[in-house]
């Protein structure tokens, strides 16, 4: 089998670390690896993975990367433009986007214009213009290939379905560390109980957005965008193990699961070597040894982002947008300690009050959309 020749876009971060963990047994070789800051952490997989191109997007760490490889040939790139060079690598013909937040949705659309395949992590490029997404990857015929453990699942559940149409997905949740939590208790709850999750060991604002469960909530819409079907037809079910990843149900009722351990390289490795499977790193599953499986409704009254989240779904223009740039600066305020647990959804919310909706969606507005809820939020500290 030929190899195959991918750009890590947030190599440095946990998706990106995993996805350099499974690329002896995808048999994948990288032309290009993108960062933020992480200097060190950039040096040793440009070492060990003689990318052509190496970009850390903050200038000051770019310089210093450029220096820590100087007796390499390997190129080094800063900011935006590097970003957007990496993603359109000629030497690669699939980028895997695992870059955190919606700084990854110019380089997604880039890397679409130029015809690559798309490993998809980096959810909130979906939230925020799913639809210019989508439909820049049917007119190039690229393939979005979902890496989030719940789409990965519906993913490889809905292989098995033929010509017939998904009539509901059901996506699965922890729950985060906050589960069976009241909104008074959830009102005195700490940075650092909120960056403990109890399943998965992922990056500083996923695992906040587990725990508010506006994780769920953009993985509804990106569901909603990847498979489309409405958010009506999109079910949410706490499942506190996270060994059903998700389901789907086909019209007659009958309902597929795909089960595995907790682990994100499976996920990340079938995306890269899909249609085919091939022996992963990750143990596999004894459900003797895990006994029981249990599943609950969510508490949308202690945890309303999936109801915030639905209700802006349901209105498409630009109110997914508005929604994930108030989130996103509600979690940076949060992770410095500036505001309480409970005023992440009352900010978020307050956003989508204030920012003004437009009927269509173009770039410009969705940019526009969520400088303006960023800034409601700021400003509203
Ligand atoms: P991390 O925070 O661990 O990593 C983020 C990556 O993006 C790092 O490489 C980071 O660089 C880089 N980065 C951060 N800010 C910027 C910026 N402003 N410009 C350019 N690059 C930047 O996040 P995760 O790996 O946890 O998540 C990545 C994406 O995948 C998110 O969208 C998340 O929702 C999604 N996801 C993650 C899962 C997980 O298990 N972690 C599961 C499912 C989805 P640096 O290291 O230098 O800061
Ligand atoms: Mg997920």
Redesign the pocket.
């Known amino acids: 089998m030929m190899k195959k020749r991918i750009a890590i876009?947030?190599?440095?971060?946990?998706?990106?670390?995993?996805t350099i963990d499974v690329l002896d047994a995808v048999g994948a070789e990288v032309a290009a690896l993108?960062?933020?800051?992480?200097v060190k952490?950039?040096e040793e997989q440009v070492r060990k993975l003689r990318p052509k191109l190496a970009v850390?997007?903050?200038e000051a760490?770019a310089k210093e990367l450029r220096i820590a490889l100087a007796d390499t040939s390997v190129e080094v790139c800063a900011g935006e433009e590097g970003?957007r060079r990496a993603a359109t690598m000629e030497s690669a013909e699939l980028v895997v986007?695992?870059?955190?937040?919606m700084?990854?949705l110019v380089p997604t659309l880039e890397a679409i214009a130029a015809g690559k395949d798309i490993a998809l992590?980096?959810?909130?490029?979906l939230v925020c213009a799913g639809e210019l997404v989508m439909q820049a990857a049917q007119e190039k015929g690229v393939k979005i290939l979902p890496?989030?453990?719940e789409h990965s699942a519906v993913f490889q559940c809905a292989q098995a379905r033929g010509e017939n149409p998904l009539a509901k997905i059901i996506l699965t949740a922890s729950g985060g560390p906050f589960f069976g939590k009241t909104r008074a208790e959830l009102a005195s709850v700490t940075l650092e109980q909120a960056l403990r999750h109890p399943n998965?060991?992922?990056?500083?604002?996923?695992?906040i957005?587990s725990a508010t469960m506006f994780?769920k909530g953009?993985e509804l819409i990106e569901a909603m965008w990847l498979y489309g079907l409405p958010p009506e037809a999109i079910d949410i079910v706490i499942h506190r193990e996270s060994i059903v990843h998700s389901l789907i149900e086909f019209a007659d009722g009958a309902v597929l699961a795909q089960l595995g351990l907790p682990d994100?390289r499976l996920p990340i490795q079938y995306a890269l070597t899909y249609p085919e499977r091939v022996p992963c790193k990750v143990p596999h599953l004894s459900l003797a040894e895990i006994g029981k499986l249990t599943f609950f409704t969510p508490d949308e009254e202690a945890f309303p982002a999936l109801r915030i989240a639905r209700n802006a779904a349901g209105e498409r223009g630009n109110a997914c947008a508005i929604l994930n740039g108030a989130n996103e600066a509600a979690v940076d305020l949060f992770l410095h300690d500036k505001i309480g647990f409970l005023e992440i959804p009352e900010l978020v919310e307050r956003a989508l009050a204030d920012v003004p909706r437009c009927g269509g969606l173009t770039l410009a507005q969705v940019l526009e959309a969520d400088a303006m809820a960023r800034e409601t939020v700021y400003s509203a500290r």
Do not use: F
Request: hydrophobic share 35%.
């Open positions: 876009l947030g190599s440095t971060g946990s998706i990106g670390t995993q993108t960062g933020n800051r992480n952490r950039m850390l997007s903050d760490a970003l986007t695992a870059v955190v937040g700084v990854g992590a980096n959810k909130e490029t890496v989030d453990s998965w060991s992922m990056g500083a604002k996923i695992t957005d994780n953009l994100m």
